[in-house]
């Protein structure tokens, strides 16, 4: 797409935050996934200089709650796309519907491995990792 297309739009977003928001305030959260779109530093980099009162703010890695429609297009993307085998648009659609109804007939929700226990143990693991301790450990891996 030519990036000039997208100015007008950058603006309009830009004046419909303001609009919104009021006075112009310290900080605005934007609530991303962990897709590659959204990960590092060029990311960060990108919303700033789009909305440079903006704050990017990912979801968890294991927050199963909010990444149930991803689970979902992952179940499609295995089960009802692969291989991508198809001539026309509408076979896409038939195969789709087909699996849709599959799949409302049986649905259960998903059984989530991902326990709050997990989650106490990782923020314990990680507590006793302190910035100090992979100092030091990067000091003696450099030593041996």
Not at 13 to 35: F, I, K, L, M
Request: proline residues 6%; hydrophobic residues 30%.
């Amino acid at each position: 797409m030519d990036s000039d297309r997208l100015q007008p739009d950058r603006r309009q977003r830009r004046q419909r935050q303001q609009d919104a928001a009021g006075p112009p305030c310290a900080a605005t959260e934007s609530v991303v996934d962990n897709g590659s779109s959204h990960r590092g530093k060029k990311a960060v980099d990108r919303l700033t200089k789009a909305f440079p009162n903006t704050v990017m703010v990912h979801t968890p890695l294991h927050a199963s709650r909010t990444n149930q429609i991803e689970t979902f297009f992952s179940i499609v993307q295995r089960k009802v796309v692969q291989p991508n085998d198809f001539t026309d648009p509408t076979q896409v659609r038939d195969r789709l519907r087909a699996f849709e109804d599959r799949y409302n007939a049986k649905a259960q929700p998903f059984q989530w491995k991902f326990t709050t226990s997990d989650l106490d143990d990782l923020l314990a693991r990680l507590d006793r990792h302190t910035p100090a301790d992979r100092q030091e450990e990067s000091s003696v891996a450099l030593a041996a």
